[in-house]
T-cell receptor, first 106, second 126 residues
């Protein structure tokens, strides 16, 4: 079954670019999705089908997926972007989440 | 815009069955979405539990399949989760969500959850 691996944490300074990776066997042969979860809140979809942004998600959020790695990129990171980020993929009959990456903006 | 609201007991005794309901508003449970349950233990990551489609077809996480049943009641516009033989390991925040699905331009199947409920905390304890 598909397993998705994310770095547990990442720290960036305000205004810098944050790149969060999600690794899985042949992940590039399927779509990847990304969710943002701020403390005490429900997850919010920020990227779907590798690189599409839902309505209302800022343009600084972008995504890519190739080979074994999907990447969520946040350009010009802001303090409000501090959150946990989860990747997700579909594996035959089940949805699979990565373990999550805690993004700290300091 | 669809909205989802979870409800159910916040405390369940070990070995009993956890039962939660998700009420759908702003849309119909007969719409072409998958209706999902996801859980998250405190301080840990997300775990997909399973889903039901408007046709009644279901799919469950292999790790929970033997204990999970997801059902739907179109007359009430609700879907429900039953998790049997619970232990402390089932203590978590439980979310319901709606999932879009289909085939994308790359020829790949897509499935993602774009509307989530606020979640409900369930504690398993005697």
């Amino acid at each position: 079954s598909q397993e998705l691996t994310q770095p547990p944490s990442l720290s960036v300074s305000p205004g810098q670019t944050a790149s969060i990776t999600c690794s899985g066997d042949k992940l590039g042969d399927k779509y990847a999705y990304w969710y943002q979860q701020r403390p005490g809140q429900s997850p919010v979809l920020v990227i779907y089908k590798d690189s599409e942004r839902p309505s209302g998600i800022p343009e600084r959020f972008s995504g890519s997926n190739s080979g074994n790695t999907a990447t969520l990129t946040i350009s010009g990171t802001q303090a409000i972007d501090e959150a946990d980020y989860y990747c997700q993929a579909w594996d035959t009959t089940t949805a699979v989440f990565g373990g999550g990456t805690k993004l700290t903006v300091l | 815009q669809v909205q989802l609201q979870e409800s159910g007991p916040g405390l369940v005794k070990p070995s009993q069955t956890l039962s939660l309901t998700c009420t759908v508003s702003g849309g119909s449970i007969s719409d072409s979405f998958y209706w999902c349950w996801i859980r998250q233990p405190a301080g840990k990551g997300l775990e997909w539990i399973g889903h039901i489609y408007s046709s009644g077809s279901t799919s469950y996480s292999p790790s929970l399949k033997s204990r999970v049943t997801i059902s739907a009641d179109s007359s009430k516009n609700q879907f429900s989760l039953n998790l049997s033989s619970v232990t402390a390991a089932d203590t978590a925040m439980y979310y319901c969500a709606s999932a879009h699905w289909g085939w994308g331009s790359r020829g790949y199947y897509f499935y993602y959850m774009d509307v989530w409920g606020k979640g409900t905390t369930v504690t398993v304890s005697s």
